[in-house]
Every structure is written in C-alpha cells, then in structure tokens.
C-alpha cells in the first residue's frame, strides 16, 4: 500500500512540557493570589475557566455551588487569553484542552512531541495508551506506543490513520462514517422541511451535509497550517455550541423524569 506523505509543518512554540510551565509560571506571577501551586488544583481551576463559556450563570441557589467564583474565574480567563495573545494565535479553550495535557503526557511520548516526531495531535493519540485503558503494566503500554509509533514514522502516515490504529488497540467502536453522518444529515433536513417549510433549522443539518462531503474529498495532507488557523476557532465555536445544546437537551430530560 503506497504510504500517505506527511506535510512538512511549522514548528509549534507551546507544544513542550517546558514552554506550558513556563506560561503557567506568569499565569501564577500575574495572579498569585488565585492561581494554585499544585498541578491538580490548577488543572481543575484552568478546566473550569474552559467551560465559563459553555453555561450561563446560575439565577437560582438550588443545585451544588460553584466550586470556583465566577468573578475568580473571568479573571484567570482575561489574563491568560492576554498572556497567550502577545505570543500566539492559542485561545484559551485550545491551551486548556490541547496544551495543558502535556504535562500528564508520558515521559516518551513529551520526548518525541519536542524532537518533533510528532505532532500535537498525534502526541494526544499516542497518550491514550496508558497501562489503565490496555488493561496492562506500564511496560507494556510504552512498548505498544513505541511499536505504534514506529510504525507510523515509517509510513510517514497521516495522524487521523495513527488515531485510527489507537482506538483499535483500545478496542474502541469505530465513528460514524461520513457518508452516514450525511444520510442521516439529509433525513433530518427533509423531515423538518416537510414538517415546516418555514423552519430554519434544516439549515444546520444541510450545513453538516456540506461538512461531510468536504471531509470525503478533502485530505488530510490538504490542509494547510493557514487553513487550520482559520477553521479551528470555528470549529471551537461550533464544539461549545453543540456541547450547550446536549446540555440543555439533559436537563429537560431530567425534568421529565421528574414530573
């Protein structure tokens, strides 16, 4: 099988356990009287700030308080976005989500991510591997990564065939296939046409047929850097939006059962 050729890709300044800390150490600089020594505690405080934007403030005092004030976390919110603005194009969703797990990374995967053998993508695909989810030891985690990984530099493969080859050594059922996902974009788009013509909401759903058929004749090795900067603050938008719906979409299930 011809191998996938791999895009030569600019290097990325925050992708090191070195330069995480080393943002992390202003963060604590700029506001030591809220940001945490311990990585734990800092972890769920920069977690938290990440979702701020995912919920609207409570109106009411029912339910379990907020562990950290909302005024506490706009704070650490504003100030980070500024710290990650003077050298980069990160938001602060992306440093949270993507960067700041690089400090839990293992040790061979931190290594190969700063020599730059691997992406950042593909330094998340190679972490899942961890002794707890292969069910193993330490030892045998870290030789099914570097056997992996291995692999993967030969091939000079593509990270979504590497993402492909760790959910199979998970285990894991495989995603929709985007011929499916557009199947099922399309049912829906005619059912709430035919229900109401006046509906805007079929629009989503043939914005996401779109979506699928770009992803079917788009490759991966297509895509530019340029390209990802445009697209990924889209695609955070699009994420907190969904994740607002499936959240809103629980509580008033929740309230059924109630009743």
């Not at 604590?28 to 009287?33: D, F, G, H, I, W």
């Not at 695909?125 to 993967?152: F, N, V, W, Y």
């Amino acid at each position: 099988m011809k191998a996938t050729k791999r895009r030569t890709r600019r290097a990325d300044p925050l992708a090191s356990a070195h330069a995480v800390e080393a943002v992390l150490e202003r963060l604590r600089s700029s506001l030591p009287e809220i940001i945490p020594r311990s990585h734990k505690n800092l972890s769920s405080l920069l977690n938290s700030v990440r979702g701020l934007y995912m919920r609207q403030p409570a109106e009411t005092k029912r339910g379990r308080p907020a562990r950290y004030p909302r005024e506490q976390l706009l704070r650490v919110d504003s100030t980070l976005r500024d710290l990650l603005g003077r050298e980069t194009s990160i938001s602060v969703r992306s440093f949270v989500g993507q960067y700041l797990p690089i400090l839990d990374f293992p040790l061979d995967v931190r290594e190969v991510l700063e020599r730059g053998d691997v992406n950042l993508f593909e330094a998340h695909q190679l972490a899942r591997l961890t002794a707890r989810k292969l069910g193993g030891t330490d030892g045998k985690a870290r030789s099914l990564r570097k056997k992996l990984l291995e692999a993967h530099l030969l091939a000079q493969g593509s990270g979504t065939l590497l993402r492909q080859r760790v959910k199979e050594a998970l285990g894991e059922l495989r995603e929709p296939d985007p011929t499916e996902t557009e199947v099922l974009a399309v049912g829906k788009a005619d059912g709430l046409l035919e229900a109401d013509p006046l509906d805007a909401s079929h629009l989503f759903f043939e914005e996401l047929r779109m979506i699928s058929r770009a992803l079917r004749e788009i490759g991966p090795g297509e895509v530019t850097d340029e390209d990802l900067a445009e697209i990924m603050p889209a695609v955070d938008q699009i994420t907190l939006t969904l994740q607002k719906i499936a959240r809103r979409k629980e509580r008033e299930q929740a309230k059924k059962l109630v009743i």
